[in-house]
């Protein structure tokens, strides 16, 4: 499986998915359409092809890249689109209003956190779909280091490293 330079797309059913906040005690039910994530995290030969930088900690081409920031993920996901010749689906200001996400584009994207809880579960009501050490590297079994992504099981949808490896925002 050649995860270093190709952006493998997988189509992700719709669904539902159940939100909580552990601080206020509250739940809320989120109805989610059909939308396309990719298949492995983004390694650090896929970030550096796209920006042109390698921002990681560790090294190596097929480890997920780490040590970015959400507008760095941002910036990576407006630079993929433009390179495929797709929208961009951000718009970022100069001053203070941040980020915007313009939902009317072809662009690429990041999850939102339903989507991802969803995209996680694989259709599961359960908080894995396997068995720990056979879907994710944690803290028991990665000794302290990021591993390639796509070393473990994937979930039903065909969808790597959803758990585990490295720390999600």
Same mark, same amino acid.
């Given at each position: 499986?050649?995860?270093?330079?190709?952006?493998?797309? *997988?189509?992700?059913?719709?669904?539902?998915?159940?939100?909580?906040? &552990? &601080?206020?005690?509250? !739940?809320?039910?989120?109805?989610?359409?059909?939308?396309?994530?990719?298949?492995? +995290?983004?390694?650090?030969?896929?970030?550096?092809?796209?920006?042109?930088?390698?921002?990681?900690?560790?090294?190596?081409?097929?480890? +997920?890249?780490?040590?970015? !920031?959400?507008?760095? =993920?941002?910036?990576?996901?407006? =630079?993929? !689109?433009?390179?495929? %010749? $797709?929208? +961009?689906?951000?718009?970022?200001?100069?001053?203070?209003? %941040? *980020?915007?996400?313009?939902?009317?584009? /072809?662009?690429?994207?990041?999850?939102?956190? =339903?989507?991802?809880?969803?995209?996680?579960?694989?259709?599961?009501?359960?908080?894995?779909?396997?068995?720990?050490?056979?879907?994710?590297?944690? &803290? %028991?079994?990665?000794? /302290? &280091?990021?591993?390639?992504?796509?070393?473990?099981?994937?979930? =039903?949808?065909? $969808?790597?490293?959803?758990? %585990?490896?490295?720390?999600?925002?």
């Amino acid at each position: 499986m050649d995860t270093s330079t190709e952006f493998a797309m *997988v189509d992700v059913p719709p669904g539902r998915v159940t939100l909580s906040d &552990r &601080r206020t005690q509250r !739940s809320w039910a989120v109805d989610l359409a059909p939308y396309r994530l990719a298949a492995f +995290p983004v390694t650090q030969a896929q970030y550096a092809q796209v920006t042109g930088e390698r921002p990681s900690t560790a090294q190596g081409e097929l480890l +997920p890249v780490e040590g970015v !920031s959400w507008l760095d =993920a941002v910036r990576f996901c407006n =630079a993929l !689109s433009l390179r495929e %010749g $797709l929208a +961009p689906a951000y718009r970022l200001h100069d001053d203070a209003a %941040g *980020v915007e996400w313009d939902r009317s584009t /072809d662009g690429y994207r990041l999850p939102a956190e =339903a989507e991802w809880e969803h995209a996680c579960r694989a259709g599961t009501t359960e908080a894995r779909y396997g068995r720990l050490d056979d879907i994710a590297w944690h &803290r %028991g079994n990665a000794r /302290d &280091r990021p591993h390639e992504v796509g070393g473990r099981q994937p979930n =039903a949808w065909g $969808l790597y490293d959803t758990l %585990g490896n490295v720390w999600e925002w």
